[in-house]
């Protein structure tokens, strides 16, 4: 890539912006301002966002550009990414839909899943998880005394809440609240006639 592409200046004008910036910038270290896409899906969730494996790949092909395969560049990863937060797209399940969905998964209703039923199902229904998605879940979920799944457990861990501003929707929401309002719409010339006219009588 040519060094005027790496120089394209990305303009930082909100904290938003710069929540979304700083989590790019891990995974720049060399500060080209250019990161590959495969670390899109990392960075989207890190920061709280909960898509689908199809709709991270959506994200990704919406950010692939012919300057930059298999790379993307901070200037059209900052404005797509920070209007996910803005429309509140992709929100971390609440605990109570979680716990519906483990119960559906428990036909005995004994709170709880042994590894290789738990494994078994995410790895074969619905969209499957990832060896490594499915190693992560399981440092946190598994129980090696009991050697089982407590979801409910699991759900308390797992849901912990980012107070204030630590949760990137409610930055985004105090961001769109502070914005201007918009102009109000430009008078065409038959309103301004008219309101000329009625103004003579």
Do not use: W
């Amino acid at each position: 890539m040519d060094d005027d592409e790496e120089e394209i200046e990305v303009p930082i004008t909100n904290d938003l912006e710069q929540r979304v910036a700083e989590a790019f910038a891990v995974f720049d270290p060399f500060q080209t301002k250019i990161i590959e896409l495969k670390d899109v899906p990392s960075i989207i969730r890190g920061l709280g966002c909960c898509p689908t494996e199809a709709e991270l790949q959506d994200i990704i092909l919406s950010l692939e550009t012919q300057k930059y395969p298999g790379s993307v560049h901070l200037v059209n990863f900052l404005p797509l990414v920070t209007d996910l937060f803005t429309q509140h797209k992709f929100l971390p399940p609440t605990p109570d839909k979680l716990l519906e969905a483990f119960r559906r998964l428990d036909p005995r209703g004994i709170g709880c899943l042994t590894k290789e039923e738990l494994t078994n199902l995410m790895t074969t229904e619905g969209e499957p998880f990832t060896n490594d998605e499915l190693e992560e879940m399981m440092e946190i979920a598994f129980d090696p005394l009991s050697k089982t799944i407590n979801y409910e457990y699991y759900v308390n861990q797992l849901l912990y809440e980012p107070e204030g501003e630590k949760n990137v929707y409610t930055l985004a929401d105090r961001i769109e609240a502070e914005k201007p309002p918009p102009p109000p719409p430009r008078k065409t010339m038959s309103e301004y006639l008219r309101e000329a006219a009625q103004q003579a009588e």
